[in-house]
């Protein structure tokens, strides 16, 4: 089997405090908002899995669960911010949502309903051509700061927005223009990155 060696990292906890303070606290106490090391940030992942030795060959397919890195880049820092779970739905509609079935075997394929909620993605740091950035205090408060002004802001003026935005991208597109989002936009388009177990792999053997 290969395995992968990772380059693990665990935010200060004085930043972790800034961001808490920045972001509030959710029902249960913790940070509404944490840096995480993308190689430290791991979720589970259900599905076959292709083991192979050092020399790339197949040693055996299983199905289960794994834990794998959660985001890409796996090397820079990503800002997280907490869900509640109704976010995810009822129990039921997870799994009735998120069961697969390999060689007749059920399993959920993002792992166990998150009864607690959930960390997910909604910034990258790096920069505008995706070089890595130093984990800073202050630009980690700026960041959760400017998302809870954004959400705060009333639904027309979110709509408002999300059209400038449409037009400024079309105007972009058409003109063929060199930078398309600026340094400050979220890794992709601001959703969260969820890696498969065959997606893991291919990045995995390159």
């Not at 890409?72 to 869900?83: G, N």
């Not at 950035?133 to 700061?145: F, N, Q, T």
């Not at 969260?192 to 177990?197: I, N, S």
Request: aromatic fraction near 12%; include cysteine.
């Amino acid at each position: 089997m290969i395995r992968i060696l990772r380059e693990t990292h665990v935010a200060p906890a004085s930043l972790q405090l800034r961001l808490a303070r920045a972001g509030g606290l959710n029902r249960y106490g913790e940070p509404n908002f944490r840096a995480v090391w993308g190689w430290s940030r791991l979720t589970w992942i259900g599905g076959k899995w292709t083991d192979t030795d050092a020399h790339g060959n197949v040693t055996r397919e299983i199905i289960e669960l794994r834990e794998v890195p959660k985001y890409f880049p796996f090397d820079r820092w990503h800002i997280e911010r907490w869900l509640p779970p109704e976010t995810y739905g009822s129990p039921q509609q997870w799994y009735a949502q998120t069961i697969e079935r390999e060689d007749g075997i059920s399993i959920p394929a993002l792992g166990p309903y998150p009864q607690r909620g959930e960390y997910e993605h909604c910034f990258t740091l790096q920069g505008p051509r995706s070089e890595f950035i130093p984990l800073s205090p202050s630009a980690c408060e700026a960041i959760v700061r400017a998302i809870e002004f954004a959400r705060s802001e009333p639904a027309q003026m979110h709509r408002a927005a999300l059209a400038r935005r449409q037009l400024q991208r079309d105007h972009d597109w058409e003109s063929h223009a060199d930078a398309v989002f600026s340094d400050a936009s979220p890794a992709f388009h601001g959703a969260p990155f969820v890696v498969t177990a065959s997606r893991l792999q291919e990045f995995s053997a390159v």
